[in-house]
């Protein structure tokens, strides 16, 4: 039975500096009184306590109602409804009128009459925040004008209301806490608007040093750290006794800044006042470490401190143990992981075949095991980095998170590589800071930084050398000649042959090794230099030339400058390419140089296609329709694109970056120093290059090997169907890898059924809506950023590809609908691969998922296009015809006008 007895009325509301007890006020409000009573400055607050949430359940007559409801969510398949059922009560059951009264006086003695002053409403959970149980970011909080008490009255029935979410169900069984014991305290708060906020932690919790402060700052409101959406600036303190001796400064990046304006939060393109200046000042950074361990003395354990400075002063807004202090390296094996869509969303069709899903995430789950396990790094043995999800494959972005952390680097910069940062994403437990890697590990570290900027790139070139002469003997090879236990034998070996775990291990080295270059090359150049490193990376990024995705471009290219000159083939590609025209492309174009050119394009590219990467995605080989399709957009814009001049051009542009580094690194520097320097650099810059055009080979070789593969499972599809093993040719595809091989062999298998029956599950998949980031809690990371409503007039994501320009919006969802494109900005929810064609056509690009190592980014800046990615519902918040601004450097996107 849930309590609701109602005690004395004055204990329904106290304020901040008595709420010393935590059964009545929760943790929140006991460490904001703790903060207060030792002189931290904190911001006026009331708490309204457990007896008036008691109070409310007794008067309302929802207690008893509360417990029935409770009682019958034991069961985990009904949970999730019955919560959802309870939430939604909380937040009907209105207050009594005495209570809405105490909350008027208690609002006042918080606001003291102004109107104009911005509320905080904050749960305060009667175990929060406490040693054994921090629940930090369980609850809910909320902002709301400190005149609207209506608003006020809502915000306190969602953190009620928040105490029956699935995940706090979950951490109170976790904890042992028993549900009929579950209160929620609330605190209303005085709003600080931020001029910048971070955390101070009074040890360092990676590295448990406890003689460093480590201070994160950043501008504006916190909102931009909690997501990810910035890399803090970061202060290092060293202790002489409790005191602050000595600070290092390590500079962040920041984009952007959250602030509160018009009733609301809005996200702000951070003002060059701001951009590269310290955060914060001496004091300032003295100050915090020196409220950090006077906390930390205080509760007798290290702490973390979130603050916020209003210009004039530090104000303390909460102070919690840091529990994952002993966890060192590892996150908490109880913490939820986060799974991201992000690459695999570029290459796989929004439902992958089961044929696909099966050899993919055993592929990369293994190739990522034997990779970290050859190199000496913990891995766990059910670790899993890609899984399925409504049919979709997700990658697990805490598990790349954590590897970063263990390699030393900061976790945020996943995200700002791949794609995959959600906009509410949890902040990691631990700081951005470098943690203190024992000696065993950084042994470790160098000989793998070694092997990435040394060994790698020509291990690379090897290893894609000799999986191009198999493919070409593959290729050679007639199925049809073979018996039907002579094919099945032909599979396995194939499938033996590409899942042998060296061949997956050499695979990982070559395609993780990119980031690793990367965030060296960053950290290296940041040391070094003044200058905008973020803009300067992606200029010495472009101009590669040996990209197989841009050599099938320039092709495309070439053979569109053919048919403009042809009066044949001109007449064909500017009429309409219906299925007709399509099917009878030979007979159109026979005896030009276009059909001689497009036949030797097949014979390069044929095996590419859309969506390549499933086995079931047809080729261009198969269906060259949307090579067609793709020369004709280049016919209809004019094919005034000069492929080795657009080449000649990038390389310009790389040539330049580089001349820029060794001229600031010559200044100011010895001889000795500069040449030691810029020869590290060169070594380093050039390897980065030559990762850069592996990844992009590994897809066109990789997809040689799925091209094989589709040929023997349509020629094991199409004998099924013969001898009635399966219904259709394409069922083949609904089987896994280990499956299809046997279709053959075990004709007394259900296979007709098992693939009947995956048909069905993949057509009720595709009912389900699949947010880009999800955790195993249940909890889902698809909601949209408060700041992206205002108007919905500005857009904020990486910049992956600098530039910035103004045009009309083309809003794309397939290539088959493109028809025409002439110099517009592109809006897509992820760039395919064999998509990128149309770049040369467009004058920009956005789009929903990516980062700045993503295909689609790599291609981006080999054509010069000014990019943007990661942009959180661009398809739906942009329009054919709105006129933007796009920044490829900040990732600010501003409509400038609306399409009529």
């Given at each position: 039975?849930?309590?609701?007895?109602?005690?004395?009325?004055?204990?329904?509301?106290?304020?901040?500096?008595?709420?010393?007890?935590?059964?009545?006020?929760?943790?929140?409000?006991?460490?904001?009184?703790?903060?207060?009573?030792?002189?931290?400055s904190?911001?006026?607050?009331?708490?309204?306590?457990?007896?008036?949430?008691?109070h409310?359940?007794?008067?309302?007559?929802?207690?008893?109602?509360?417990?029935?409801?409770?009682a019958?969510?034991?069961d985990?398949?009904v949970?999730?409804?019955?919560?959802?059922?309870?939430?939604?009560?909380?937040?009907?059951?209105?207050?009594?009128?005495?209570a809405?009264?105490?909350?008027?006086q208690?609002?006042?003695?918080?606001?003291?009459g102004?109107?104009?002053?911005?509320?905080?409403?904050?749960?305060?959970?009667v175990?929060?925040?406490?040693?054994?149980?921090?629940?930090?970011?369980?609850?809910?909080?909320?902002?709301?004008?400190g005149?609207?008490?209506?608003?006020?009255?809502?915000?306190?029935?969602?953190?009620?209301?928040?105490?029956?979410?699935?995940?706090?169900?979950?951490?109170?069984?976790?904890?042992?806490?028993?549900?009929?014991?579950?209160?929620?305290?609330?605190?209303?708060?005085?709003?600080?608007?931020?001029v910048?906020?971070?955390?101070?932690?009074?040890?360092?919790?990676?590295?448990?040093?406890?003689?460093?402060?480590?201070?994160?700052?950043?501008?504006?409101?916190?909102?931009?750290?909690?997501?990810?959406?910035?890399?803090?600036?970061?202060?290092?303190?060293?202790?002489?006794?409790?005191?602050?001796?000595?600070?290092?400064?390590?500079?962040?990046?920041?984009?952007?800044?959250?602030?509160?304006?018009?009733?609301?939060?809005?996200a702000?393109?951070?003002?060059d006042?701001?951009?590269?200046?310290?955060?914060?000042?001496?004091?300032?950074?003295?100050?915090?470490?020196?409220?950090?361990?006077?906390?930390?003395?205080?509760?007798?354990?290290?702490?973390?401190?979130?603050?916020?400075?209003?210009?004039?002063?530090?104000?303390?807004?909460?102070?919690?143990?840091?529990?994952?202090?002993?966890?060192a390296?590892?996150?908490?094996?109880?913490?939820?992981?986060?799974?991201?869509?992000?690459?695999?969303?570029?290459?796989?069709?929004?439902?992958?075949?089961?044929?696909?899903?099966?050899?993919?995430t055993?592929?990369?789950?293994?190739?990522?095991?034997?990779?970290?396990?050859?190199?000496?790094?913990?891995?766990?043995?059910?670790?899993?980095?890609?899984?399925?999800?409504?049919?979709?494959?997700?990658?697990?972005?805490?598990?790349?998170q954590?590897?970063?952390?263990?390699?030393?680097?900061?976790?945020?910069?996943?995200?700002?590589?791949?794609?995959?940062?959600?906009?509410?994403?949890?902040?990691?437990?631990?700081?951005?800071?470098?943690?203190?890697?024992?000696?065993?590990?950084r042994?470790?570290?160098?000989r793998?930084?070694l092997?990435?900027?040394?060994?790698?790139?020509?291990?690379g070139?090897?290893?894609?050398?000799?999986?191009?002469r198999?493919a070409?003997?593959?290729?050679?090879?007639?199925?049809?000649?073979?018996?039907?236990?002579?094919?099945?034998?032909?599979?396995?070996?194939?499938?033996?042959?590409?899942m042998h775990?060296?061949?997956?291990?050499?695979?990982?080295e070559?395609?993780?090794?990119?980031?690793?270059?990367?965030?060296?090359l960053?950290?290296?150049?940041?040391?070094?230099m003044?200058?905008?490193?973020?803009?300067?990376?992606?200029?010495?990024?472009?101009?590669?030339?040996?990209?197989?995705?841009?050599?099938?471009?320039?092709?495309?290219?070439?053979?569109?400058?053919?048919?403009?000159?042809?009066?044949?083939?001109?007449?064909?590609?500017?009429?309409?390419?219906?299925?007709?025209?399509?099917?009878?492309?030979?007979?159109?174009?026979g005896?030009?140089?276009?059909?001689?050119?497009?036949?030797?394009?097949?014979?390069?590219?044929?095996?590419?296609?859309?969506?390549?990467?499933?086995?079931?995605?047809a080729?261009?080989?198969?269906?060259?329709?949307?090579?067609?399709?793709?020369?004709?957009?280049?016919?209809?814009?004019?094919?005034t694109?000069?492929?080795?001049?657009?080449?000649?051009e990038?390389?310009?542009?790389?040539?330049?970056?580089?001349?820029?580094v060794?001229?600031?690194?010559?200044?100011?520097?010895?001889?000795?120093?500069?040449?030691?320097?810029?020869t590290?650099?060169?070594?380093?810059?050039?390897?980065?290059?030559?990762?850069?055009?592996?990844?992009?080979?590994?897809?066109h070789?990789?997809?040689?090997?799925?091209?094989?593969?589709?040929?023997?499972?349509?020629?094991?599809?199409?004998r099924?169907?013969?001898d009635?093993?399966?219904?259709?040719?394409?069922?083949?595809?609904?089987?896994?890898?280990?499956?299809?091989?046997?279709?053959?062999?075990?004709?007394?298998?259900?296979?007709?059924?098992?693939?009947?029956?995956?048909r069905?599950?993949?057509?009720?998949?595709?009912?389900?809506?699949?947010?880009?980031?999800?955790?195993?809690?249940?909890?889902?990371?698809?909601?949209?950023?408060?700041?992206?409503?205002?108007?919905?007039?500005?857009?904020?994501?990486?910049?992956?590809?600098?530039?910035?320009?103004?045009g009309?919006?083309r809003?794309?969802?397939?290539?088959?609908?493109?028809?025409?494109?002439?110099?517009e900005?592109?809006?897509?929810?992820?760039?395919?691969?064999?998509?990128?064609?149309?770049?040369?056509?467009?004058?920009?690009?956005?789009?929903?998922?990516?980062?700045?190592?993503?295909h689609?980014?790599?291609?981006?800046?080999?054509?010069?296009?000014?990019?943007?990615?990661?942009?959180?519902?661009?398809?739906?918040?942009?329009?054919?015809?709105?006129?933007?601004?796009?920044?490829?450097?900040t990732?600010?996107?501003?409509?400038l006008?609306?399409?009529?």
């Amino acid at each position: 039975m849930i309590a609701t007895t109602a005690p004395r009325t004055h204990r329904w509301l106290v304020d901040i500096v008595d709420a010393t007890d935590p059964t009545l006020c929760g943790g929140k409000a006991v460490g904001l009184a703790m903060l207060k009573r030792i002189g931290v400055s904190v911001p006026r607050a009331v708490c309204l306590t457990t007896d008036f949430y008691r109070h409310w359940l007794d008067v309302s007559g929802f207690g008893p109602r509360l417990t029935e409801l409770v009682a019958t969510a034991g069961d985990a398949d009904v949970r999730p409804k019955i919560l959802e059922q309870i939430r939604c009560e909380v937040e009907a059951t209105p207050l009594s009128a005495d209570a809405e009264a105490a909350l008027r006086q208690g609002i006042g003695r918080v606001t003291l009459g102004r109107d104009g002053d911005v509320l905080s409403v904050r749960s305060s959970g009667v175990d929060e925040d406490h040693l054994d149980a921090s629940h930090a970011g369980l609850h809910t909080s909320r902002i709301v004008p400190g005149h609207d008490t209506r608003a006020i009255i809502a915000a306190i029935k969602t953190c009620w209301a928040s105490v029956w979410t699935e995940t706090a169900w979950t951490y109170r069984e976790r904890l042992g806490i028993p549900h009929a014991s579950a209160a929620m305290a609330v605190v209303v708060q005085r709003y600080v608007a931020a001029v910048c906020s971070g955390v101070a932690f009074s040890a360092d919790p990676l590295t448990k040093d406890r003689t460093t402060v480590v201070i994160e700052a950043g501008w504006g409101t916190a909102e931009a750290l909690v997501s990810g959406k910035m890399t803090p600036e970061e202060y290092r303190v060293s202790l002489n006794g409790d005191g602050p001796a000595g600070a290092h400064r390590r500079p962040g990046r920041q984009e952007e800044m959250t602030v509160w304006r018009d009733g609301r939060s809005a996200a702000l393109p951070l003002d060059d006042t701001r951009r590269g200046r310290p955060v914060l000042n001496d004091s300032q950074v003295r100050e915090l470490a020196s409220v950090a361990k006077a906390v930390e003395r205080t509760l007798g354990t290290p702490v973390d401190l979130e603050w916020v400075c209003d210009g004039d002063a530090l104000w303390a807004v909460q102070a919690r143990p840091i529990t994952t202090l002993t966890e060192a390296l590892h996150a908490s094996a109880h913490a939820p992981t986060l799974w991201t869509r992000a690459n695999l969303k570029e290459v796989f069709p929004e439902l992958p075949s089961p044929l696909a899903l099966s050899y993919l995430t055993l592929a990369l789950n293994r190739m990522f095991r034997t990779y970290h396990a050859a190199h000496g790094y913990s891995v766990a043995p059910d670790s899993r980095l890609v899984c399925v999800i409504h049919g979709r494959p997700y990658l697990n972005l805490s598990l790349m998170q954590q590897m970063t952390i263990e390699r030393g680097g900061d976790p945020a910069i996943v995200g700002r590589l791949f794609g995959g940062a959600s906009p509410v994403e949890p902040r990691p437990p631990a700081p951005a800071s470098r943690p203190e890697i024992p000696r065993s590990g950084r042994a470790r570290l160098a000989r793998e930084m070694l092997a990435t900027f040394l060994g790698t790139p020509y291990r690379g070139h090897r290893l894609f050398r000799g999986m191009r002469r198999q493919a070409a003997a593959l290729d050679d090879r007639s199925l049809e000649a073979l018996d039907d236990r002579a094919l099945s034998a032909h599979a396995d070996a194939f499938f033996a042959t590409l899942m042998h775990e060296s061949t997956l291990g050499r695979l990982h080295e070559v395609v993780s090794a990119q980031s690793r270059a990367y965030m060296t090359l960053e950290a290296l150049l940041t040391a070094w230099m003044p200058t905008d490193v973020d803009g300067l990376l992606k200029r010495l990024m472009t101009g590669l030339g040996t990209l197989p995705n841009v050599r099938m471009t320039y092709r495309l290219m070439d053979l569109a400058a053919l048919a403009v000159q042809d009066s044949r083939a001109r007449a064909y590609f500017t009429g309409d390419l219906d299925e007709d025209a399509l099917a009878g492309y030979e007979a159109a174009l026979g005896g030009t140089a276009v059909l001689a050119g497009l036949r030797a394009f097949l014979r390069e590219f044929g095996h590419r296609g859309p969506y390549e990467s499933d086995v079931m995605s047809a080729r261009f080989a198969d269906d060259p329709g949307p090579v067609l399709r793709l020369v004709q957009l280049h016919v209809r814009a004019g094919a005034t694109q000069d492929a080795a001049r657009h080449a000649a051009e990038r390389s310009r542009v790389r040539h330049v970056a580089m001349a820029d580094v060794r001229c600031v690194l010559h200044e100011g520097r010895g001889s000795l120093a500069f040449v030691a320097q810029w020869t590290l650099f060169r070594i380093m810059c050039s390897a980065l290059h030559r990762l850069l055009a592996l990844r992009d080979e590994c897809r066109h070789v990789m997809t040689m090997m799925v091209a094989h593969l589709r040929r023997v499972a349509l020629e094991i599809g199409r004998r099924a169907r013969r001898d009635n093993v399966l219904a259709d040719p394409t069922d083949v595809f609904f089987l896994t890898f280990d499956e299809m091989p046997r279709v053959l062999v075990e004709r007394d298998g259900a296979w007709r059924l098992l693939a009947a029956e995956r048909r069905r599950q993949r057509e009720s998949d595709a009912q389900l809506q699949a947010p880009d980031i999800v955790s195993d809690d249940g909890t889902a990371g698809g909601v949209e950023r408060a700041a992206d409503a205002p108007g919905d007039n500005e857009l904020l994501g990486y910049g992956v590809s600098s530039g910035i320009v103004t045009g009309r919006v083309r809003v794309l969802r397939s290539a088959e609908t493109i028809g025409h494109l002439s110099g517009e900005i592109v809006v897509i929810p992820a760039i395919e691969p064999t998509l990128t064609p149309i770049f040369p056509l467009v004058r920009g690009f956005i789009a929903e998922m990516g980062g700045l190592l993503s295909h689609a980014a790599i291609l981006a800046r080999e054509y010069g296009l000014p990019a943007v990615v990661s942009v959180h519902g661009a398809t739906r918040r942009l329009r054919d015809g709105d006129r933007v601004e796009l920044d490829g450097s900040t990732g600010r996107i501003r409509v400038l006008e609306r399409a009529g």
